[in-house]
């Protein structure tokens, strides 16, 4: 299976502006043969400010992507401000090649400073796509080694990483990546938008290896993914009882 991340400008502008660079990284992801693109985390709308309403799951982004979808011929996966019963939340649209929506995956982890505009989501996803199954992380999940390996027990063989807007160095970034991607023996994707000096957009395979890399040019990469690994990451050998406490509920 081909797949595809978009590493979008930092200057994107909103509505209309977005959808037409979104559709334009969608069909050139499906012309280099991809089946699934992978868009960063408010690539949709977004992020949130003292004006952005936010957008319902099933509102006008949502139904424009899944035409985007269709017509490009490609399952799409981006990120978008979402609003429901008055809560504003990071959210990501999967979408299939024939307009179906798979998923909507609420980002779980927020920043101190994001908790007074964003509620955090409540479930994680893991959504087949082709013939991978596919777990979604938005943005600042990646940081956390548990979500990744809670999607993979789950049945994730496709790690989808909806890069958020830059936080940290893309070394950084790369380094959580590749972590993600050896530590669960999957392979990864991750969206991202460019910034001067290197951007973190890339497709790993499930030893942490580079399969695309984007660098700090905007556009599309693709790759060719390879199988999951089976047994190599050591998934059978761990020892739950002695990390009980990371899973603890807080007093």
Same mark, same amino acid.
């Given at each position: 299976?081909?797949?595809?991340?978009?590493?979008?400008?930092?200057?994107?502008?909103?509505?209309?502006?977005?959808?037409?660079?979104?559709?334009?990284?969608?069909?050139?992801?499906?012309?280099?043969?991809?089946?699934?693109?992978?868009?960063?985390?408010?690539?949709?709308?977004?992020?949130?400010?003292?004006?952005?309403?936010?957008?319902?799951?099933?509102?006008?982004?949502?139904?424009?992507?899944?035409?985007?979808?269709?017509?490009?011929?490609?399952?799409?996966?981006?990120?978008?401000?979402?609003?429901?019963?008055?809560?504003?939340?990071?959210?990501?649209?999967?979408?299939?090649?024939?307009?179906?929506?798979?998923?909507?995956?609420?980002?779980?982890?927020?920043?101190?400073?994001?908790?007074?505009?964003?509620?955090?989501?409540?479930?994680?996803?893991?959504?087949?796509?082709?013939?991978?199954?596919?777990?979604?992380?938005?943005?600042?999940?990646?940081?956390?080694?548990?979500?990744?390996?809670?999607?993979?027990?789950?049945?994730?063989?496709?790690?989808?990483?909806?890069?958020?807007?830059?936080?940290?160095?893309?070394?950084?970034?790369?380094?959580?990546?590749?972590?993600?991607? &050896?530590?669960?023996?999957?392979?990864?994707?991750?969206?991202?938008?460019?910034?001067?000096?290197?951007?973190?957009?890339? &497709?790993?395979?499930?030893?942490?290896?580079?399969?695309?890399?984007?660098?700090?040019?905007?556009?599309?990469?693709?790759?060719?993914?390879?199988?999951?690994?089976?047994?190599?990451?050591?998934?059978?050998?761990?020892?739950?009882?002695?990390?009980?406490?990371?899973?603890?509920?807080?007093?």
């Amino acid at each position: 299976m081909r797949v595809a991340a978009w590493q979008a400008p930092i200057g994107l502008g909103r509505g209309a502006d977005r959808l037409l660079a979104l559709e334009g990284a969608a069909r050139a992801a499906a012309g280099a043969g991809a089946r699934l693109l992978v868009a960063p985390e408010f690539a949709l709308s977004g992020p949130p400010g003292p004006t952005e309403p936010g957008s319902p799951s099933d509102g006008p982004e949502a139904r424009a992507l899944a035409e985007l979808a269709r017509s490009a011929g490609i399952a799409v996966a981006a990120g978008y401000l979402e609003a429901c019963t008055g809560r504003l939340y990071s959210a990501a649209l999967l979408v299939d090649h024939d307009g179906k929506a798979l998923a909507n995956y609420r980002r779980s982890h927020l920043r101190a400073v994001e908790r007074e505009r964003l509620a955090g989501g409540a479930w994680l996803s893991v959504m087949p796509v082709g013939d991978r199954r596919c777990g979604l992380v938005i943005g600042y999940d990646l940081r956390f080694p548990e979500v990744a390996r809670a999607l993979v027990l789950a049945g994730a063989d496709l790690l989808l990483c909806l890069g958020g807007r830059p936080a940290e160095p893309e070394a950084a970034l790369g380094a959580l990546a590749a972590a993600r991607a &050896i530590e669960n023996g999957v392979p990864l994707v991750l969206s991202g938008w460019a910034e001067p000096g290197g951007g973190a957009a890339r &497709i790993l395979g499930s030893r942490g290896e580079p399969l695309a890399l984007a660098g700090d040019a905007t556009g599309t990469i693709s790759a060719d993914l390879p199988p999951p690994l089976t047994g190599e990451a050591g998934l059978a050998d761990r020892r739950p009882r002695l990390y009980r406490q990371l899973v603890a509920e807080e007093p």
